[in-house]
């Protein structure tokens, strides 16, 4: 019989890394980096999907690449919230000393809901079904970052 040794430090690990959203975010973001907001439509059933797919949610149809994209506007419904102690845009910052809130927000003219922070508002203020719109980071590059948050109406 073997004797195993283990090893262990305590500390953190960075892992820097890099994916690609596929296709049809690819096109969401470039949206966002002119500050615009992109969805794609069912051919078959007409639900209009922002973050955009390739497959209809509902009906399952195969939403082609090249067709069906819908300029969006920057307005939307809260669908829900939560409250949060953790910053949702960097996973290496713990505990934050103001709770986020994070919202599912349903863009006008889509049928699916975008997740982002709720911002200038408090807790008790919020109510589901109030109108918001999208704040803009003064400087957008295409990236989730180019949205700040949402803000009421
Ligand atoms: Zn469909």
Redesign the pocket.
């Known amino acids: 019989m073997t004797e195993k040794v283990i090893v262990s430090n305590k500390g953190l690990v960075r892992a820097d890394f890099n994916f690609w959203v596929g296709k049809y975010m690819d096109k969401f973001y470039d949206g966002l980096e002119q500050k615009k907001i992109v969805g794609n439509k069912?051919?078959?059933?007409?639900?209009v999907f922002c973050p955009p797919r390739s497959v209809?949610?509902?009906?399952?149809?195969n939403?082609p690449l090249d067709q069906n994209w819908v300029d969006l506007p920057e307005s939307g419904t809260l669908q829900n919230y939560t409250i949060t102690p953790y910053k949702v845009t960097d996973r290496r910052t713990r505990k934050v000393k103001d709770p986020q809130l994070i919202a599912m927000v349903q863009i006008d003219g889509s049928n699916t809901a975008i997740v982002n922070r709720l911002l200038n508002i408090t807790p008790d203020e919020i109510k589901i079904g109030m109108k918001v719109k999208v704040d803009w980071s003064e400087k957008t590059t295409g990236a989730p970052s180019d949205i700040n948050g949402f803000v009421k109406v």
């Open positions: 069912c051919s078959k059933c007409g639900d209809c949610g509902k009906c399952n149809e939403l």
